[in-house]
């Protein structure tokens, strides 16, 4: 109001000075026709008008200089108003008596009464419309420094979010140098024990080129030499032959000559005997001298036949030498033969040795082929394993950043909650991103449990002093989403089901009883409670109200509204709201839940002295089983309540479970 006031002003001081400018100030001195004068006298007119107070003939029928003035800027200001109200889309009263008085020069007194009473309803409409935009605009504006300083703290998380993240892509990018410089590693130990390989592999071919032509020469040279060999055995086989026949040849010649000359020798010395006996029987008959000459003359001729015999004896004695000296020659030949028969066999020999050498290191080296090239494909399987395990690890990296991820967005119900966290904006997909999120806390404090229970059977065995057996082995803790633990679960609930309390307001009631299928009916369930939230707030006729019915979460109209009537010919207000929901999220939601009382409150079962609860100190209190009077036996089962968040439970171990982790 202060500002259109003193735009009022400004605006009235600057017409004026604007009419002072123009020169159409009206004076004093002047025609009473027209009123005015002339630009050249106006400091004059002005200056006579300041010092004089009283009218004198001839501004008689003129009127005064401030009347002017005021109407003018009465004119001014309305012309002003006039244009406000029509920028702000509202009515304008001055609007519509202006035409009356728009040929009126001078306005009268009731016409400048009539003037400002419409110009007040305008400014009176002009205030309330301005109320009411500051009472629009005010809690705008604390709504926008509440949104600045939630953007301010978005962005400080943002901003450890993203220092988070460089952090962690720093962690990540050392870790992926650190692997690639593995990778580098061991491709270099890989292409060095690849080249290293060849390089054996390709001396072990060309020393088997070598030794196969060496061993190609050898088998020539073998040839060669049992080709001579079979010669040389065939030669000596003839020799032999030959000596053989030589022998027996010469032997039966010898014998023959011998066998001839023990017959001529018996033959001589028979005739010997018989020239002797004639000899003595001639010397004892007679006695004479030519009987002495003429044994003389035979003495000759037995000498002489005796010397020829001799002689024959010693040529053949120098025979059977010759024959002696023949065969030592062709036993010394055959000694040479066998000797070079034992230098080829033993030529052969080595030359067999050499080449069995030959073939196992043929041998040797194509096993030292197969081990490097077996060595070879364990590193490639080592090179692709590693591979894998990398894939896996990064799978691995990639899971835990889901699953913290997911622990982040949708933390644990029972603990603190933070607000900042909206979620997807679909509460069925919300809803199973924190059963998700449940299961791998459940697991993550499973496994906590398992190592818990190891150190405690070891803290405890040490205490004892004796040493943890190995049959004592702790079992691992059962999933408890598991396919196989789910329908024993849905068994045991199904019996269990009867004589366990449910409250009366449940939308659920009649579905607690069905065996649950996964995720698909959860989504089911979900979205006709999201239908059924959709038609009660499509039909505000109906009667939604009452305490036990749906809470739905919504955005009210602000403070002022209500205030306000409605104006069904003016214009709608800005500041009315649609109930539309704000915490589309499962937390928020179930955050405005707890805070309204929907949970186990409205439904929870009157205490009185005969219902169980759960006393301070823990314990369960057990009271005794309960008999109907119709004659059926009847067994109420104990149920263990967390006095934080009133969750109800049917064993003392899961009771203890969660208050292990509970914070209310």
Same mark, same amino acid.
């Given at each position: 109001?202060?500002?259109?006031t003193e735009?009022?002003s ?8 604007s009419l002072?400018?123009e020169?159409?100030v009206?004076?004093?001195f ?8 002339s630009p050249i006298?106006?400091?004059?007119i002005a200056?006579?008008?300041c010092s004089?107070?009283t009218? @004198?003939l001839?501004t008689?029928?003129?009127?005064c ?7 003018r ?6 012309d002003?108003?006039i244009n406000?109200c029509?920028a702000q889309?509202?009515?304008s009263?001055?609007?519509k008596?202006?035409?009356?008085v728009?040929?009126v ?8 009464i ?7 309803k305008?400014?009176?409409k002009?205030t ?5 935009l500051?009472a @629009?605009?005010?809690?705008?504006k604390?709504e926008?420094e ?9 962005q400080?998380?943002?901003?450890e979010?993203?220092s ?5 892509k720093?962690?990540q990018?050392a870790l ?17 024990t690849?080249?290293i ?9 060309q020393d ?10 050898l ?10 060999l079979?010669?040389?055995?065939n ?6 032959k ?10 039966s010649?010898l014998q023959?000559e011998i066998n001839?000359l023990q ?5 001589v010395t028979q005739r010997?005997?018989?020239s002797s006996k004639?000899?003595?029987?001639e010397q004892a008959?007679s $006695? ?9 003359a035979?003495s000759r001729?037995a000498?002489k036949h005796s010397?020829?015999?001799q ?5 053949l004695?120098q $025979?059977v ?5 023949e065969?030592e020659e ?7 033969l ?8 033993e030529s ?9 050498k ?7 080296k194509e096993?030292?082929i ?7 494909t ?8 590693l591979q ?5 690890l990064?799978?691995?990296?990639q899971e835990?950043?889901d699953?913290e991820?997911l622990?982040?967005?949708y933390?644990?119900?029972n603990g603190p ?9 679909d509460i ?8 998700k999120?449940n299961a791998?806390?459940?697991?993550v404090l499973e496994?906590?449990?398992e ?5 405690i059977?070891?803290v405890?065995s040490?205490q004892r ?6 049959q004592?082995k702790?079992?691992?803790p059962?999933q408890?989403?598991?396919t196989?633990?789910l329908?024993?679960v849905?068994d045991?609930h199904r019996t269990?089901?009867?004589?366990v309390?449910q409250?009366e307001?449940?939308v ?5 009883? $069905?065996?649950?299928?996964g995720?698909q ?8 409670r ?5 038609t009660?707030?499509?039909n505000p ?11 739905v ?5 602000p403070p002022?509204?209500s205030k306000r ?5 003016s214009?709608?207000?800005s500041?009315?709201?649609?109930? @539309?929901p704000v ?11 707890k805070?309204?009382?929907?949970l186990?409150?409205t439904?929870?079962?009157p205490?009185d002295k005969?219902f169980?609860?759960?006393p ?6 057990r ?12 067994t109420?089962k104990?149920?263990?309540t967390?006095?934080?968040c009133d969750?109800?439970?049917s064993k003392?171990k899961?009771l ?7 914070t209310?």
């Open positions: 109001m202060k500002k259109l735009d009022f400004t605006q009235s001081m600057s017409s004026a000075t002072i400018s020169g159409t009206p004076s004093k002047g025609n009473v026709t027209t009123g005015y004068l006298k106006m400091e004059e200056r006579e008008a004089k107070n009218q @004198t001839e008689a029928f003129v009127p200089e401030a009347c002017h003035v005021v109407q800027s009465f004119k001014n200001a309305g002003i108003l406000m029509q889309k509202l009515p009263s001055l609007q008596y202006r035409p009356l728009a040929d020069k001078w306005l009268s007194a009731n016409d400048v009539r003037w400002a009473s419409e110009q007040n305008d400014l009176a002009l309330k419309h301005m109320d009411s500051m @629009t605009i005010n809690p705008l604390d926008i509440q949104l600045e300083k939630k953007c301010k703290h978005l400080k998380r943002v901003s979010f993203d988070d993240m460089r952090k962690e720093e962690v990018y992926q140098k650190q692997f690639d410089i593995k990778i580098k590693d061991l491709e270099q130990s890989h292409n060095e690849v080249s390989v060849t390089r054996q592999k390709n001396e072990i071919l088997k080129q070598s030794l196969e032509t060496e061993v190609s020469k088998k020539t040279h073998l040839e060669q030499q049992q080709k001579l079979i010669e040389i055995e030669t000596k086989s003839t020799l032999e030959d000596l053989k026949e030589n022998k027996a040849n010469a032997i010649s023959s001839q017959n001529q020798l018996s033959d010997l005997d018989v004639e000899l003595n029987k008959k $006695r004479s001298a030519s009987k002495h000459s003429q044994e003389q035979k001729s000498s010397q020829s015999v002689n024959k004896q010693g040529s004695l $025979r030498d010759d024959l002696d000296r065969n062709l036993k010394d030949q055959v000694a040479t066998e000797e070079e028969k034992e230098e080829i066999e052969l020999k080595s030359a067999k040795s050499q080449v069995d030959l073939q196992r290191n043929v041998t040797e096993n030292m197969e081990t490097v090239s077996r060595e070879k364990e590193l490639e399987e080592s090179i692709t394993s894998q395990n990398i894939s896996t990064e799978t691995r990296i835990s950043a699953r991820r622990m982040i967005e933390p644990d119900l909650v933070n607000p900042d966290l909206n979620g997807t904006g069925a997909l919300d809803m199973e991103n924190q059963v999120a791998i806390r459940i697991q496994e906590q449990n190592g818990l229970r190891n150190s059977t070891k405890m040490l002093g004796s040493l943890p057996k190995g004592e702790m079992t691992a059962q408890l989403w598991s196989d633990n329908d024993r849905k045991n269990e089901e009867d004589h309390w409250p307001s449940s659920y009631a009649s579905e607690k009883t $069905r065996p649950s299928s995720y009916n959860n989504s089911e369930k979900i979205t006709n999201a239908k059924y939230i959709a009660v707030k499509t006729q109906r009667d939604v109200t009452t305490p036990g019915d749906e809470f979460v919504g955005k009210g109209r002022s509204a009537k409605d104006n069904t010919g214009r709608p207000n500041g009315k709201a649609i109930n @539309t915490n589309t999220s499962s937390i928020s939601a179930y955050l405005q839940l805070k309204a009382g929907k186990n409150m439904d929870s079962p205490k005969s169980p609860t759960r301070t100190s823990g314990k369960p209190h009271s005794p089983p309960v008999h109907n009077d119709g004659g059926e036996d009847y109420r104990i149920s263990y967390c006095q934080n969750k109800m439970y003392p899961d203890d479970i969660h208050m292990s982790y509970c209310g």
